[in-house]
């Protein structure tokens, strides 16, 4: 297993680490146990290069091996739902429809073994994770201020990682604690991923042990900075060395963070510009004589369906499957992707850039600012997947030889051991959170999901709005007339499938909390009939322009909107609440949670509203509409309207 030890500072903005790797077996075939690969690179099957780069490693060439995940999320357990498969493969319908073929994945225990077996038998291996660690985790996690995670992490050999937004989610003062160890105050507002768990339990706690020791790898930061000054919160690279190799690794976040959390914990700091950190990072890392350098950025973008040949011969729409790979010569799955510019100016000293935050599985090739290859790559989410990344240092040359590197993904399958120590992890705390995981808090009579229709409904964001609509702690000055919930907080669907110990159609305090984790509070407020449309307006406009951020709305409000040429817009006159069209002029009360109120995800028209009144925690709405309404039956999506 690798495991980072011996972190010392090199410059200001830089830590060194020895990466310490288990000695050369002759076990090549167990080094990689893959499903199915594609490989972007002048090698066509990655695991005849591996012996080839094997051989090599004697002579001129170097192999060394990047594995690389992200938007891990607290996932210890193996996720649930579409957030735990992978998609393989389509098969089609008599009617044309597509449906995806997939496959169970993720979970600490099976990613911990998956790592281990592509390390084996080689001495240059490094693990990196490219940002969300943590942050809108579940109980388990969250419930012990995701300090479970960071000791999953560091067992299973995470030799560095970047921040992503949400390791933000709590302010400054929390990451900072997460990295360097200590423990949280549980009595102080806002420390808590889970204050609800917390009191309900007196179990959920910082330091379970007695002590937390802090992550025990390098977390980077290059592009945030405290406000006035251009020094990183957190070291911007670090230099790795195992095998023989030097690898430099920079960690920098979207720029666009601080419209994506909630603000009162980073009001001191400020994300700057991606490639402006890393190409300054870079030069400092090449003072440092290392041999490879490779980027992690926290952005990525959304994959359009492709173009699937279907057995019948013909062509249709299908999501890409986890070994999608960009066209020969071509970035055409990037198009439009925030991280297409960062990976098209970062400097041409960087080799290679994992990416994140899209949540997408990818391994393009896009062009340095010399015109020279350069690998770009994503493995999703949830644990659910590994890019195995090799680089081929050229002895003679000093240089990472970009035609023979090679990259693939590795899905982490559950048919493999359990990692024994990370499981042992896991036990450990699900122990001490059992008391509140398991207690059910209503039924549901099928599936509840987060997928949205093509309008961008989904029967949960439905359910999760009435929620926030019917809970009496924000009507102390009016009942809202509607509420408004944000697609990004919706973080798991709900299954009729037991998840555990419960019964088909239970809902526990644990898949509850899955799907609302991040502790907000409800807020209601008054928005005139003009911010209602400037609200609705903002899902397609500002920062939500590449990507449509569409809110679930309450039931009584309905509206309309299309794709015009210029954009998509609302249509005039087709808001209404009640049946009744939306005066502009009028005032509503209307509700969301207290992230969307301070105007986050770009919805600058909460910022405007008036006499607002905070009411109780979001799960603990949830929870109490589920109790009164059980067993509950999704209604038709049709508050929306596309057309």
């Known amino acids: 297993m690798t495991v980072p030890v011996a972190h010392r500072g090199v410059t200001d903005d830089f830590e060194e680490c020895q990466v310490m790797s288990s000695r050369r077996t002759r076990a090549v075939a167990a080094a990689l146990t893959v499903l199915s690969c594609a490989a972007v690179a002048a090698v066509a099957d990655p695991r005849s290069a591996l012996a080839e780069d094997e051989r090599a490693r004697s002579g001129r060439y170097r192999d060394v091996q990047v594995l690389a995940f992200n938007d891990f999320h ?301 690998l770009v790559t994503q493995a999703a989410s949830f644990g659910r997947l590994i890019t195995d990344l090799h680089l081929t240092y050229d002895t003679r040359t000093r240089a990472v030889a970009r035609d023979r590197s090679w990259a693939a993904q590795q899905v982490v399958t559950r048919d493999v051991p359990a990692d024994p120590g990370v499981s042992a992890l896991i036990d450990r705390y699900s122990q001490r959170v059992a008391p509140i995981a398991g207690r059910v808090v209503g039924r549901i009579s099928t599936d509840v999901t987060a997928a949205q229709n093509p309008a961008g409904e989904s029967a949960l964001g439905d359910l999760i709005s009435d929620a926030q609509l019917a809970d009496p702690s924000v009507a102390t000055k009016g009942a809202p007339a509607v509420a408004f919930m944000n697609p990004g907080g919706i973080r798991a669907d709900l299954t009729y499938a037991p998840g555990g110990t419960d019964r088909p159609g239970e809902v526990t305090y644990q898949e509850a909390f899955a799907v609302q984790p991040f502790g907000n509070y409800l807020v209601s407020m008054d928005m005139t009939g003009r911010h209602i449309y400037d609200l609705l307006g903002q899902q397609f406009t500002g920062p939500n322009a590449a990507a449509p951020k569409v809110l679930a709305v309450s039931k009584g409000l309905t509206y309309r909107w299309r794709r015009g040429q210029s954009g998509p817009d609302i249509v005039p006159g087709s808001v209404a609440i009640g049946g009744v069209p939306v005066d502009q002029a009028k005032t509503y009360r209307v509700v969301a949670n207290s992230f969307l109120a301070d105007g986050g995800d770009g919805f600058a028209a909460f910022t405007q509203a008036t006499n607002k009144v905070v009411g109780r925690a979001d799960l603990m709405a949830f929870e109490a509409y589920l109790t009164a309404h059980s067993p509950y039956t999704p209604g038709p999506l049709e508050r929306i309207t596309l057309g």
């Open 74 to 374: 607290g996932n210890l357990q193996p996720p649930s739902g579409s957030g735990g498969r992978v998609v393989v493969g389509h098969t089609v319908g008599a009617g044309g429809a597509v449906t995806d073929a997939t496959v169970d994945a993720g979970g600490a225990a099976f990613l911990a073994t998956h790592l281990g077996r592509l390390r084996a038998g080689r001495r240059a291996t490094f693990t990196v994770a490219a940002g969300d660690q943590v942050g809108a985790s579940p109980l388990l996690s969250a419930a012990f201020h995701d300090e479970p995670t960071m000791e999953a992490l560091r067992s299973m050999g995470v030799s560095a990682a970047s921040v992503g937004n949400h390791e933000f989610d709590k302010g400054e003062k929390e990451l900072l604690r997460l990295v360097r160890g200590g423990c949280a105050d549980d009595s102080a507002p806002g420390t808590s991923s889970s204050a609800a768990a917390s009191v309900e339990s007196g179990r959920a706690q910082s330091c379970p042990q007695g002590r937390y020791p802090g992550a025990g790898f390098p977390v980077l930061a290059a592009n945030v900075y405290h406000k006035g000054t251009t020094r990183p919160i957190l070291p911007g690279g670090v230099v790795l060395r195992a095998g023989g190799i030097r690898l430099g690794v920079i960690g920098v976040v979207l720029k666009d963070t601080a419209t994506i959390v909630t603000q009162e914990g980073i009001r001191d700091l400020t994300f700057g510009d991606e490639v402006e950190a890393i190409n300054r990072q870079s030069v400092q890392l090449r003072r440092q004589g290392v041999d490879a350098i490779v980027a992690l950025v926290h952005q990525g973008g959304p994959i359009p369906k492709q173009p699937w040949t279907a057995p019948d011969g013909k062509t249709y729409p299908a999501n890409t499957t986890y070994d999608a790979s960009c066209s020969p010569g071509r970035t055409d799955l990037l198009t439009g992707s925030p991280v297409l510019p960062i990976a098209a100016k970062a400097d041409a000293s960087v080799d290679a850039i994992v990416t994140a935050h899209s949540h997408q599985a990818y391994v393009c090739s896009v062009p340095d600012p010399r015109g020279r290859p350069r």
